[in-house]
């Protein structure tokens, strides 16, 4: 099974793609989470990712393709995965279409995760994200078992650069600028599926899993 989340910053895409990965043990894969480990690692990728990543711009369209067709090809992806964060442009949806149709392949299903702008900058400041392990929390609707620390793994959590209310507002406009025309390619591909995403993060799971059997 191959899924793309689609959705704002803030959405809830990444708390669903984690639930969607264990439950039907396909990988989760999440662009921004590797751009943010290739950041920790100070790897040339991560220089370059984090130029875009603090203005609240998207990382050139070459660059994150490659990463994400790379990881793609991996064994772990053959039996599908959940794509989180990517594409997040019609360019690298395309680019994305034309590697699975060469494989005789497609993606089975897009869920457009939906919150209003007003509850999105509400939940960025509250937002902790684990560097460590890619575990996100919510100070107030979805805490961790102990403040500041990572239930996964222990290590600290922290506020992203670009959960910053400023830059929150920049990425907004990004996302409907350049990423929600995917609703309507999708659509067109006959693979949209919406849920409403400002319930609890049980409910909107319950959603996705009535949609995906
Ligand atoms: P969020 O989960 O809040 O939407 P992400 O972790 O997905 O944030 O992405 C953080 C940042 O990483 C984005 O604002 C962008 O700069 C960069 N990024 C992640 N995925 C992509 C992508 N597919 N294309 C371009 N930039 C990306
Ligand atoms: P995205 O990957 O779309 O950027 P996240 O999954 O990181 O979004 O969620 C953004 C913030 O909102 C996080 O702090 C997360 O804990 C919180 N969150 C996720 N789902 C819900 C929900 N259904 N209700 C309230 N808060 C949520
Ligand atoms: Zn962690």
Redesign the pocket.
Known sequence: MKIVMLGA??AG??TQAKMIADQYSIPHI????I?RANIKEGTELGKE?KS??DK????PDEL?VKILLDRVAKEDCKNGYVL??????IP?AEVLEDALTKLNDKIDYAINVEVPDENIVRRMSGRRACLSCGATYHIVHIPPKAEGVCDRCGKDLVLRD?DKEETVQK?LNVYHEQTQPLIDFYEKKGVLKEVDGTVDMKDVFAAITRILG
């Open positions: 910053p803030g895409k990444g999440s662009t921004g989470d751009f990712a875009y990543m609240g711009q998207l990382v994150t989180d964060g990517f594409p997040r442009t690298q670009d990425r």
